[in-house]
């Protein structure tokens, strides 16, 4: 059970919003500073494992994020470059991106995102399917809208990220490839600072087939 429910509602995204990623744990005085310059979301890290905690959203964050008037979703932080997938792992990641959702308060029904870049060069593409597959059920069987973001070295094709893994939502990094016919949901622009915190901004659009991300607001 988590320990609490945080405030909101599940809330689909209008287009054309601006937001930010960021690895670093926020304050209301940082977020006022957001708010100022027009940033209206806020997409913070859950860990992939129990020894990987610190520094990761917890419910005490994401109620400060909420009161600041930020809608919020999660990423799971993926491994160092290098990794090698395997349905094992995206079954691993999956729950416990799943289950430290749940004890933060986070609600079923918004996206929680699986971050896919950085896999060992050679790697054979069904390995890299089979780990987004198994992530992506072990998220979706949790009441979590799985999504995934597209950043380099993924070692699939726009058609292998569209037809040959579950996801309807898709977030491009700045250096990510395309998907082919559903395209993104959440496009990741280049690195910037605001009042000493470094970020990813990102903006909302409507994918191909008009479909938007899932947050809590």
Known sequence: MPKATLPGSVQAAAPGLLGFDVNSPMTAAGLAAFKQQGYSFCIRYLPRTAS??????????????????????????????????????????????ASYAKEIGLPAGINVWCDLEGVATGTPPQDVIAYCQAWYNAVHAAGYVPGVYVGYDTMLTPDQLYNDISFQHYWRAYNGPQVTTRGFQLIQKTEKTIDGITFDPDVTQHDGLGDSVFWLA
């Open 52 to 97: 990987l905690l610190k520094g990761n959203l917890t419910i005490a964050e994401a109620q400060i994020i909420l009161n600041a008037g930020m809608a919020l979703m999660p990423v799971q932080h993926v491994s160092l470059p290098g990794w090698q997938p395997n349905t094992n792992l995206g079954t691993q990641y999956g729950n416990f991106a």
